[in-house]
């Protein structure tokens, strides 16, 4: 049974304006783990509010081909050519290990929608000879029985994402996936070597029984759902790098740990919380009379440098938000959403207004500070590329189309091409498609414009053809 509402965690912080705007503190393991677990006030939080960020943009084409490039190793080069022999040699014989025992962590649930353990292997997997040191770390951090137990379930984010895309509310993230990559492909060599080390070898321990891992995802979700705001473990699922410090590490091994532990610490914690603090404030300030969700991962709102504490100097007033507490957002507009979490896919609802901005575009921020994506796109490198390409290549056939159409119906497709926006990308379960987006949002206020200025070059372009049509009659 669930306990009592009051009892229940709350991740949920109010930034008091009129009308309000809340922080949420999501993680990334499956939502079913942790949904009945989360407080009503904070689901209707989400329900309320007009827009709803999150830390990468999830539906930006961009994102897939800069995902992929940051990854890979530079043209030419294979993991077999950079890494020792030894790590490499360990390296694919764990990862034949984990192919031979995927399809008996796979459960019955996963297999009845249609997940095969050699399709989830590669999407994972695949092409990892190309990926770089640090990226491969990660990987095989990721390729455990826990971990493939909980694929084909969307984790927390990814579930607010694609809820924010089936009510149609306007979206947004505050992070590119250039500022989050070059961190990791920032560190030496010889610290990447001792990271990926690390991590085969507590794989290994596990195998063999003596390893017991510090952190484990079921303490996390304990932590989550216990709501623990003071959990170290909060930081390290946040930036998604394991922990190395140990101490029965050699004394130069400890401090090359502490080195790492450290130098990710500053960038991918403090540094990105002052990043998304400062384009918090810029959002709240570029639109007051709207109400923002912003779900961040958790370790963002604890410890020391959060992104509550940035705002509190920018002078905003953020209050932790308990459980039982009422949400209430003063400013109601007529085209509030109305629903409940239960409530049908195929449901009607009334749109609010769209703001009349894409994705927001930052500004060249400080491009030293680069910062570790959320690995919210687990599948493989090789499918990215097939996605990139396929985007290209559709792009280039509509591109091919367009120039085979009729010069008299030229005013009418520049005028579509002036209110259409680009496609997008969705991602449900971690399968990635690309399609058009709807037309008709946050579009209404050019829509006179675009109009009008179309007919004025119709009517230029018919009183340019009717000249020379005179004068071709006069010269014969």
């Known amino acids: 049974p669930l306990p009592q509402q009051s009892e229940l965690n709350s991740f949920l912080w109010t930034i008091k304006r009129d009308p309000p705007s809340y922080f949420f503190g999501t993680i ?17 939080a989400f329900q309320q509010s007009h827009i709803v960020y999150f830390e990468l943009d999830l539906t930006d084409p ?27 040699r360990r390296l694919k014989r764990h990862l034949e290990y984990v192919k031979l025992m995927m399809p008996s962590w796979m459960t019955p649930d996963q297999r009845g929608k249609g997940l095969y353990a050699d399709y989830l292997f ?4 695949g092409n990892w000879e190309r990926k770089r040191p640090v990226w491969v770390m990660l990987m095989v951090n990721s390729l455990t029985e826990v971990d493939i137990k909980s694929r084909g379930v969307p984790v927390l984010d990814l579930y607010l994402a694609q809820e924010a895309e089936r009510l149609r509310k306007q979206t947004g993230a505050v992070e590119k996936v250039e500022e989050q990559c070059h961190p990791l492909n920032g560190l030496n060599f010889s610290q990447v070597v001792f990271a990926l080390n690390q991590t085969l070898f507590q794989q290994e321990s596990l195998r063999a029984g003596s390893f017991q891992i510090p952190y484990t995802t079921e303490d996390l979700i ?9 959990s170290i473990i909060f930081n390290h699922d946040t930036s998604q790098v394991p922990n190395f410090i140990n101490a029965t590490l050699p004394a130069h091994e400890r401090i090359t740990a502490q080195e790492i532990d450290s130098y990710f610490r500053q960038e991918l914690i403090y540094k990105r919380n002052e990043r998304m603090g400062r384009r918090v404030k810029d959002l709240l300030e570029e639109y007051p009379d709207k109400s923002f969700f912003f779900a961040f991962g958790a370790g963002h709102f604890m410890g ?5 504490d940035v705002l509190r100097r920018e002078g905003y007033e953020v209050e932790h938000t308990p459980a039982g507490q009422t949400i209430n957002n003063r400013k109601h507009p007529k085209t509030l959403l109305a629903f409940s979490s239960s409530s ?27 910062l570790l994506p959320h690995l919210l796109l687990p599948d493989g490198i090789d499918m990215l590329e097939k996605v990139d390409r396929k985007y290209k290549k559709k792009k280039k056939k509509q591109q091919k189309k367009q120039r085979l159409r009729q010069f008299n119906d030229l005013w009418v497709r520049l005028e579509e091409s002036a209110t259409d926006p680009p496609p997008r990308i969705r991602i449900i379960n971690g399968y990635i498609t690309v399609e058009p987006q709807p037309r008709g949002h946050g579009q209404s206020s050019h829509a006179h414009a675009d109009t009008s200025s179309a007919h004025q070059l119709s009517h230029s372009l ?15």
């Open 28 to 44: 990334h393991v499956p939502y079913t783990r942790v949904w009945d677990f989360i407080p009503e006030n904070s689901k209707k």
């Open 62 to 88: 961009y994102t897939i081909s800069a995902l992929t490039r940051c990854q890979l190793l530079p043209q030419g080069e294979n993991l077999q050519d950079v890494l020792p022999r030894d790590i490499y």
């Open 122 to 125: 590669n999407a994972i997997a």
């Open 222 to 230: 304990k932590h989550y759902n216990c709501g623990d705001l003071s």
């Open 304 to 308: 020391n440098n959060t992104v509550i």
């Open 344 to 370: 049908p896919a195929h449901s009607p609802y009334v749109v609010s207004q769209e703001l009349p901005l894409p994705l927001h575009t930052w500004k060249d921020e400080e491009e030293e500070e680069e």
């Open 462 to 476: 018919f009183l340019s053809l009717l000249t020379w049509t005179l004068h071709m009659i006069r010269v014969h």
